[in-house]
């Protein structure tokens, strides 16, 4: 019974708690509070049919011991601050923040393409930054069949991966301001964003070697991050061959060439323009878009409590 | 003196003809009339403090003879139609569409790149598409340095690109609307737009069988392309060299993160986020942005014109 399972939203009035409630609703979870800061606490957020109304997340509240599983979509530090009470208040944590993911003993987790390591948990598993989910999806299964032996991508990085103001300040200006950015702290010569994508992809493929660049980029666009993608393999792939391991792939749908319009409000990761790399005899490139808000996030979250859980939805929805 | 060449701008009302007139008269060319199509022959157009009325462009007129110099800023098959009526009335075409681009004969010219080859001309030079432009004027130095192995590029072209229309569209629709798209025609798995920057900067580079890979990518942005590139070169480049080959660049600014916003007005390609290509000892990653209607097309083609014409700019002002 879900009813069974006491689940905490943290962050619920920003980008990613709604698609998290909304979600968690058509899944049939239904012992679910909405927490956020207390600039938001009080507000209501809709639940299904029916509304919640938002407490404060405070180290108390969360730690009170009434949480079986909380899903945390607030900043690095936040989640720093507040895991550890939920954790001590034995809630299994999903962390959707870069807090805990490279953390030993905090598995790093895309149910399709590592699911089996959610069972090693501690207490915490982190949620993937959305860049790295749509590009393991699409990956993992070249990986297996060819072996990766480098990777390069440019990304199209819309305004909801930097959150809900980001998103009214996008909706709040004339379109002709639109610009590209590259808005993430940096550190020497790389984004915050291209280090985490590195290292985050590094560990869930299990290749910490993996040579890798990445180029991060904002684009204005209100949801749906995109990827430009060169890869090399180890054995060579063809293209007829990649289009059919990546058509047998779960959560990949191809398509000729994918836009995140095409990908907000679905469940899948979008793959499209799989060619020949024109630069290099065995590199293929492709694009690969995604819903940042859902698989990029707070659907991948929810797939893995299920996991973590050992539930399938179906039993979740009795 | 300026006024003894007599000069057209054909498709004068779209994107880039505007911003050639704008720069004529700035750089005291004088006597310069403005041609478009039937639908907007009729209406006035700026011309430094005064205004032209525009004449519709028919082969009849163009190929008058009493043209020395003509831009054509329209597309291929207006080019195709209107660009040898000129020649044959004896002005030298400098067109910037792809009709001739490719072809034996006719230079494709960047100034600052491959100035000498303007001289070889048979009445006709091209002027490269504008990804291609800002591309080479950030490549040809390092090539020189250290010789290209291989290229790949993102894009991240802007609304401009596609024409004045596109410019309407992208103004009049909410920002939230903005999307990540390949708007181009595909020949095979590839767009026109890739398949031309290929070839065009083989061409330019004089290197026909450089490994070239680019993802060609509109995004939501009215003015300004943006191009997240990676090379490899034949000898080591490092960072610290690539700088200072690039600082030493002609019409190359260095910006630690260059947008289209600041390339907007501008006449210098902006490059940026020069770093090693952590995916490749041998490689290097840079992000090239550039002002795609002034140096990626219509100050391009008048700084061939100059050339062509054996004037320097300051001459055509007195």
């Known amino acids: ?176 301001d639109g610009n590209v950015t590259m808005d993430w702290d940096f550190v020497g010569d790389e984004s915050e964003e291209e280090s985490k994508l590195r290292a985050e992809t590094r560990k869930i493929l299990e290749l910490p070697e993996l040579p890798f660049s990445a180029t991060c980029v904002r684009v204005p666009v209100l949801v749906g991050h995109a990827q430009a993608v060169w890869i090399e393999t180890e054995e060579p792939l063809s293209v007829a061959d990649a289009h059919k391991i990546l058509a047998a792939a779960p959560s990949v749908r191809l398509l000729d060439r994918p836009t995140p319009k095409d990908a907000v409000g679905g469940d899948d990761v979008l793959v499209g323009r799989i060619r020949k790399d024109s630069a290099h005899p065995s590199g293929l490139a492709l694009f690969v878009v995604c819903d940042n808000l859902r698989k990029g996030a707070a659907l991948n979250a929810i797939q893995i409590a299920e996991l973590a859980l050992a539930r399938e939805p179906e039993a979740a929805r009795t």
């Open 1 to 176: 019974m879900s009813s069974s399972v006491r689940i905490g939203v943290v962050g619920a009035t920003g980008a990613v708690g709604p698609v998290t409630l909304a979600l968690l609703a058509q899944r049939g979870w239904d012992d679910v509070r909405a927490f956020a800061s207390a600039r938001t606490s009080g507000t209501r957020v809709p639940f299904g049919s029916r509304e919640l109304v938002v407490e404060e997340a405070t180290p108390d509240v969360l730690g009170a011991g009434d949480l079986d599983l909380c899903f945390f979509s607030v900043g690095t530090g936040a989640s720093r601050e507040l895991v550890p009470h939920a954790l001590a208040g034995g809630a299994t944590s999903i962390d959707k923040s870069a807090a805990f993911r490279l953390s030993d003993g905090v598995p790093l987790v895309v149910p399709e393409v590592n699911g089996a390591r959610a069972a090693e948990h501690e207490g915490i598993i982190a949620n993937p930054n959305c860049s790295t989910i749509q590009l393991v999806c699409a990956l993992q299964p070249l990986h297996q069949a060819a072996g990766l032996r480098r990777v390069r991508l440019a990304t199209y990085q819309s305004a909801s991966g930097a959150g809900a103001l980001s998103m009214d300040r996008l909706r709040a200006q004339a379109s002709e």
